[in-house]
């Protein structure tokens, strides 16, 4: 069964800072690997996603994936208050009809 | 647009008593549908998930049970809560069953006392 870990369990950070999250997960034949947001007593909502190795830029968001090394990170550039909020490394399985959730990173982004 | 609706928004129920927690997806026919659960503080926990009408599979045993009676509806039941089933229960669709994202509703907070 997919093992997804995350890294660091909070992060506070002064606003404008660049932010990295960490994941790290246990199947090789893992599909997609998406990181979500959620903020306290919402749903968690997608933010990126990456299937190939290599890096992914989307506005403010790059994550970048190592399958070699079954690693993962999103990196937030320029952080602003609004991004505080709990941070979800998901990745899914092919045929398995499943997304495992990682923990969560806590982030605060301190005006 | 599609939209998830989950209702109701925040249950307390007695120990012992009956549960029937819903989900309806509007835009999108024949999605995959997913139960999730997340203790407080804990990890969202996949429950249930299925693909088409009739069909739902298991995928962590919590003596609960989940139904799929339209294509656009989902239920999450049981005939007796436990302490162990409070926490935030959560539905989900997704396009397809492997690389397109799952769209979260807003949940349903339980609490068994």
């Known amino acids: 069964q997919e093992k997804v870990q995350q890294s660091p369990e909070s992060l506070i950070v002064p606003e404008g800072a660049m932010v990295s999250l960490n994941c790290s997960f246990s199947d090789s034949a893992s599909q997609s690997i998406w990181w979500y947001q959620q903020h306290p007593g919402k749903g968690p909502k997608a933010l990126i996603?990456?299937?190939?190795?290599g890096n992914k830029k989307e506005g403010r968001l790059t994550v970048y994936l190592n399958r070699a090394s079954l690693h993962v990170s999103l990196h937030i550039k320029d952080s602003q208050p609004s991004d505080s909020a709990v941070y979800l490394c998901?990745?899914?399985?092919?045929?398995?009809?499943?997304?495992?959730f990682g923990k969560g990173t806590q982030l605060i982004i301190q005006p | 647009a599609q939209t998830i609706h989950q209702w109701p928004v925040a249950e307390i129920k007695a120990v012992g008593s009956p549960l029937s927690l819903g989900c309806t997806i509007k835009?999108?026919?024949?999605?995959?549908l997913y139960w999730y659960w997340q203790a407080t503080g804990g990890t969202l926990q996949q429950l249930f998930y299925s693909i088409t009408v009739g069909q739902v599979e298991s995928v962590v045993q919590l003596n609960l049970s989940a139904s799929r009676p339209k294509d656009d509806q989902f239920i999450l039941s049981t005939e007796k809560l436990l302490l162990s089933h409070s926490g935030f229960y959560l539905c989900a669709w997704s396009r397809d069953r492997t690389n397109s994202d799952y769209t979260f509703g807003s949940g349903t907070r339980l609490l068994v006392i």
């Open positions: 835009g999108k026919s024949s999605p995959n």
């Open positions: 996603s990456i299937f190939s190795n």
């Open positions: 998901a990745v899914s399985t092919e045929g398995a009809d499943r997304l495992t």
